[in-house]
C-alpha cells in the first residue's frame, strides 16, 4: 500500500543501470585511448620514416662533397658541416625510434596483448582521419554520456530510497482478512469505537522505531541533494569538455593550413638552395638552413595532424561515445 517494496525494487534497478553506465563509460575511454595510443605509434613512424629518408639525402649529398674535395672542388669546411648534419640526423632516427618502441608497448598493453605487424599503423597519412562533427548538432547528444546517465540513474536511485524509507514509517501489516474483511493487525492499530491510533506495544509495528527511521528518512534527503550536486557537475563538465574540444579543433584546422603553406614553401625554399649551390653560386651553409627549417617544418605538420585526429577522438568521447542510452535503458528494464 504505502509502495515500500516498489521503491525498494527501482532503487535496485536504477543503481544497477548506474553501474551499467559507468561499465560504459570506462569502455569508451579505453576504446579512445587504444585510437590515440594508435594514432601517437602512425605519428611516430612516420616521423621515423621522415628522419629515414632525410637521412639517406644527406648522406648522399655528403658523399658528394667528399668526391667534389677529392677533386679540389670543395673545402673541408663544407665536408664537416655535410658530416654534422648526417650525424644529428642519425641521432634524430634513433630518438624516433625509441618513441615507436615505446608506442608499441603502449599500445600492446591497452589492447591486451601484442598486436601482429600487419595490424600496425605505418604513417599516420594512411590512416583515415575520423569525421568532422556536423554542423547544428543538439545538445541533447549528451545526454548518450554514459557519466550523465549513471548520475542521472543514482539519482532515481536515491528518490526511490526516499520513498521506501518515508514508507517505512508506516506499519507493515496485513490490511485485510479472508472475505475482503479488515485484518485483526489493521483493527488493533485503532482504539476501537474512537478510531484514534493506538500505540499498543504488543503489536510489532516499524513506528516503534520512528527515530531511527526518521533519521534514515533524513539521510536520504541529504544522499538526494548530493546526487543533484554531483548530476548538475556532470552536465556542467560535459558541456565544458564539448566546448574545448570544439574551440581546440577550429584552432587546430587553422593551424594546419598555415603549416602546410609553410611546410611547401620551405621545399621550394630547399630545392632552389641546393639548385644555387649546385651551380657554385652560394655556400653549403644555405643548403643546411633550408634543410632544417624543412625538417622541422615537416615533423610540426604531423604533430599537428595527430593532434587534430586526436581531438576528433576526444570530441568522440565527450559526447558520449555514440551511444543510445534511451534504448539500452528500455532495454535493460525489459529483461528485468
Known sequence: LFGRIDSLKDSALETFL??????????????????????????????????????AAQKETYDLILQSRDFGMADDLQLRQAQSQVEASRVEQARLLGLVTVDRNALNLLVGTSLPEVLLPRRLSDIVAPKAVNAGLSSNVLLARPDIMAAEHRLKAINANIGAARAALFPS???????????????????????????????????????????????SEVERQIAVAEYEKAIQVAFQEVSDALSLGGTLNVQRTAQEALVDALDATHRLALTRWEAGMS?????????????????????????????????????????DPTQRSEETKGGA
Open 18 to 55: 548506474a553501474a551499467e553506465d559507468t561499465r560504459t563509460a570506462a569502455q569508451v575511454s579505453l576504446a579512445s585511448a587504444v585510437a590515440v595510443a594508435y594514432l601517437t605509434l602512425a605519428a611516430d613512424c612516420e616521423n621515423l620514416a621522415l628522419a629515414g629518408e632525410t637521412l
Open 173 to 219: 501489516i496485513t490490511l485485510t482478512a479472508a472475505g475482503g474483511t479488515s485484518s485483526g493487525e489493521l483493527s488493533g492499530l485503532f482504539d476501537a469505537g474512537s478510531k484514534s491510533w493506538s500505540f499498543n506495544p504488543q503489536i510489532s509495528l516499524p513506528i516503534f522505531t520512528g527515530g531511527a527511521l526518521r533519521a534514515n528518512l533524513r539521510k
Open 283 to 323: 655556400n653549403y651553409l644555405e643548403v643546411l638552413v633550408a634543410e632544417r627549417s624543412l625538417f622541422s617544418a615537416r615533423q610540426g605538420l604531423i604533430s599537428l595532424r595527430l593532434a587534430d585526429e586526436v581531438n576528433r577522438i576526444t570530441l568522440y568521447k565527450v559526447l558520449g561515445g555514440g551511444g
